[in-house]
């Protein structure tokens, strides 16, 4: 069946490095491929979105990279700060008979001062 | 402009007790989904809709129903709770690719 995982479930980076958080798809129809990020007791917020026909899209500090061949999405986050210690969670938007994301598992981002 | 709006965040109830959970929208937006979040997993759709009049069942629907009767408006009614129904509960609208989700509700099932 459908299914968007991740490789990870945990993340730590120090201070000001790159971070890099990856996952794996397997329904190749999809349409877009969506990052959220959820604070702790928040809901999930829109980070990036990137459509299935691009292999890259960049955002303020955030560049996301979509290889269709092996089905792997990554976030890169640049220079991760402390404000972006959170759970990173992927997902796969497909468009029939209405918009269905499917959510990977997450995964949790911690940053060392 | 509030967004979506849950409520209540919190709720315990016994097993076997029925409830609602709230969700209320302001964005005009046709979508709503309810999903539930299990500890340390990812977010399950439960049901969703395409517009008022409108639901269709997601992966997880056994146990619950909802109804959309307006656009602003999409309860998620559990009927006869189970402690398999203990989780955290997110509402969402969407607009194009995005959703926008509320704050959540909490419930455990004792």
């Known amino acids: 069946g459908e299914s968007v995982g991740l490789h990870l479930p945990t993340l730590s980076v120090q201070e000001g490095d790159n971070s890099i958080i990856n996952c794996a798809y397997s329904n190749s129809a999809s349409d877009y491929f969506i990052w959220y990020k959820q604070e702790s007791g928040k809901g999930p917020q829109f980070i990036i979105d990137i459509r299935s026909n691009m292999d890259k899209r960049q955002g303020q500090r955030v560049t996301v990279l979509l290889n269709k061949t092996v089905k792997h999405l990554s976030l890169q986050i640049a220079a991760t700060q402390p404000g972006d210690s959170a759970v990173y969670f992927c997902?796969?938007?497909?468009?029939?008979?209405?918009?269905?994301?499917?959510f990977g598992a997450g995964t949790r981002l911690f940053v060392k001062a | 402009n509030a967004g979506v709006t849950q409520t209540p965040k919190f709720r315990i109830l016994k097993i076997g007790q029925s409830m609602t959970l709230q969700c209320t929208q302001d964005?005009?937006?046709?979508?709503m989904y309810w999903y539930r979040q299990d500890p340390g997993m990812g977010l399950k759709l439960i049901y969703y809709?395409?517009?008022?009049?409108?639901?269709d069942k997601g992966e997880v629907p056994n146990g619950y129903n909802v109804s959309r009767s307006t656009t602003e408006d999409f309860p998620l009614r559990l009927e006869l709770a189970a402690p398999s129904q203990t989780s955290v509960y997110f509402c969402?609208?969407?607009?194009?690719?995005?959703?926008?989700f509320g704050q959540g509700t909490r419930l455990t099932v004792v």
């Open positions: 969402a609208t969407q607009q194009g690719t995005w959703s926008f």
């Open positions: 997902a796969e938007n497909t468009n029939t008979g209405g918009f269905k994301t499917i």
């Open positions: 964005m005009n937006h046709n979508y």
């Open positions: 809709s395409v517009g008022a009049g409108i639901t």
